[in-house]
């Protein structure tokens, strides 16, 4: 009977702890956790009612003074780690010490994520060994970290055949989102995938991108190196619909045109139809025109009243890291701008002219902005000619004739916003210009940040800055080359000088002591 009183209080706390698993482990199941936990504090009640005369002792004792600091302090650590665990458990946040930030989400979609206004299901298709549900899992998470608007289910298609056969899923690891009425599907499980199908469900309205043709401009139907079929696919991708147009016959663009894309056309466009585009610029409307050199020469003066010029030269640059020769410039000096804002890659533009501002700005401009630049080492020849074969010295920087980089290759202009009927005010035109069609074809759409590059300025010219390409993140290799010489080294040292060493001190150490 003395053994058990003593020994009530510790069978008080281990019924309090039994409590706390319970109601971790089964949750559902509260009433185990309140029978626990009142049979826990019922014991340590007694313990403490039997022990009345020890405590009364307790208090006369000098050691009393030392138990009750020590009981506050155990009382403090406790009350610390338990305020701590409550703020964690309120305010949640994650921290990535990566260096390429693998286990974040990049600026583009938190803000998507941020500024949901209407709930988005994600009905995620995977069976159970699929390897790229644990992916999925992760990266969604980290969007519900960010917006509690994404209610994410994982479903397994061999578990719920209904529901495989409702959303019409024919392939494991399609992933299905829905907001409102609208819905998309991916099956890839990358972070642009998904912030680009939470912005398709969410939406408003499709835009309409058209794509010019008639001049001998590359087709978005063209699926070659020389097409845009890969710019038209990310486009689509975006949730945009891309058409052709052609203006030879159509006196107007159609009304429901958000950009007009005019990616290098060969020969120039008729009076008629720069006069269809300048209209429609003069109504807000927006245009993205990709000047190849030594093409369509009527295009520098339509350009100039919009406080744009286009130059009759190519760009040279050294061959860099990045490949390519002499004839494909690298623009690597962006100016701050929506367009470029957490823009941190080069690109490349294989054959360009070179496009600047004009000043003073033309009557109707509002303002008018050099993109990006090459380094310094590019060079501008105007009037060059090409051929087949060109010698060094035939290429080389002439300081009498030749500009000197940083060389512009890009620019825009942003158009006075005209009064419509009814004294409303229009929206403003936005014209983007490059100096090359080609960095955004087929061939070097997925070099380096070309394609991000061409996707974001349509983006902006459309009013769609949250609808951004995604650089994938990557981790660098932890690698280092060895020379054969040091590979060897290594060896010796590592795998037969070492242990040979620890070996031989073993070996003295057993004798010294049997001589003992």
Wanted: a positive charge; hydrophobic letters at 45%.
């Amino acid at each position: 009977m003395d053994k058990i009183k003593k020994h009530l209080n510790a069978a008080g706390l281990g019924l309090l702890l039994l409590a706390l698993i319970a109601l971790k482990v089964w949750p559902q199941s509260g009433l185990l956790a309140l029978v626990l936990a009142v049979l826990g504090a019922a014991v340590l009640a007694a313990y403490f009612v039997l022990h009345a005369g020890d405590f009364k002792q307790g208090l006369k004792r000098r050691s009393l003074l030392y138990s009750s600091n020590l009981a506050l302090i155990v009382v403090l650590t406790l009350a610390i780690l338990t305020l701590i665990n409550v703020l964690g458990a309120r305010y949640h946040k994650r921290f990535d010490f990566t260096e390429a930030k693998v286990h974040s989400l990049s600026d583009q979609s938190i803000t998507v994520a941020k500024a949901l206004k209407q709930d988005v299901q994600v009905k995620a298709f995977f069976r159970e060994g699929n390897y790229g549900r644990v992916r999925l899992q992760d990266l969604l998470k980290i969007y519900a970290y960010h917006s509690p608007r994404v209610k994410v289910e994982f479903i397994d298609p061999d578990k719920n055949p209904g529901l495989v056969k409702r959303y019409e899923v024919t392939q494991d690891g399609t992933v299905v989102f829905e907001s409102g009425e609208k819905d998309t599907r991916i099956t890839e499980v990358t972070e642009e995938a998904v912030t680009n199908a939470v912005i398709k469900v969410t939406r408003a309205k499709t835009k309409t991108i058209l794509f010019l043709e008639g001049h001998g401009e590359k087709s978005i139907e063209t699926t070659d190196e020389n097409g845009f079929s890969f710019a038209k696919d990310e486009l689509g991708k975006l949730g945009y619909e891309v058409k052709k147009q052609t203006l030879a016959r159509a006196g107007t663009l159609p009304d429901d045109c958000a950009l007009l894309v005019v990616p290098g056309p060969q020969k120039d466009l008729a009076p008629a139809e720069l006069e269809t585009i300048s209209v429609y610029l003069k109504k807000g409307g927006r245009v993205l025109l990709l000047a190849d050199p030594q093409t369509a020469p009527g295009l520098a003066g339509f350009l100039a009243a919009y406080g744009v010029k286009l130059e009759d030269d190519i760009v040279f640059d050294r061959p860099s890291l990045l490949g390519g020769d002499y004839l494909m410039p690298v623009m690597s000096g962006l100016t701050e701008h929506a367009i470029t804002r957490a823009f941190r890659y080069a690109t490349v533009y294989p054959l360009a002219r070179s496009i600047d501002a004009v000043e003073p700005k033309p009557e109707g401009v509002d303002s008018v902005l050099v993109l990006g630049r090459t380094g310094d080492y590019a060079y501008a020849k105007k009037g060059f000619v090409l051929k087949p074969k060109m010698t060094l010295k035939e290429i080389a920087f002439d300081e009498k004739k030749d500009k000197r980089g940083p060389i512009p290759l890009a620019a825009l202009a942003v158009l006075k916003a005209a009064t419509g009927g009814e004294g409303k005010a229009a929206p403003e035109g936005r014209l983007v210009v490059f100096g090359d069609s080609d960095f955004a074809g087929n061939r070097y759409f997925d070099a380096y940040g070309n394609g991000n590059l061409f996707l974001n300025a349509a983006n902006w010219l459309t009013e769609e800055s949250d609808l951004i390409s995604i650089q994938p993140k990557t981790q660098n290799p932890r690698t280092i080359q060895l020379t054969p010489g040091q590979g060897r080294r290594i060896f010796w040292f590592s795998v037969v000088l070492l242990p040979l060493l620890v070996l031989a001190y073993g070996v003295s150490t057993w004798l010294r002591r049997k001589a003992l």
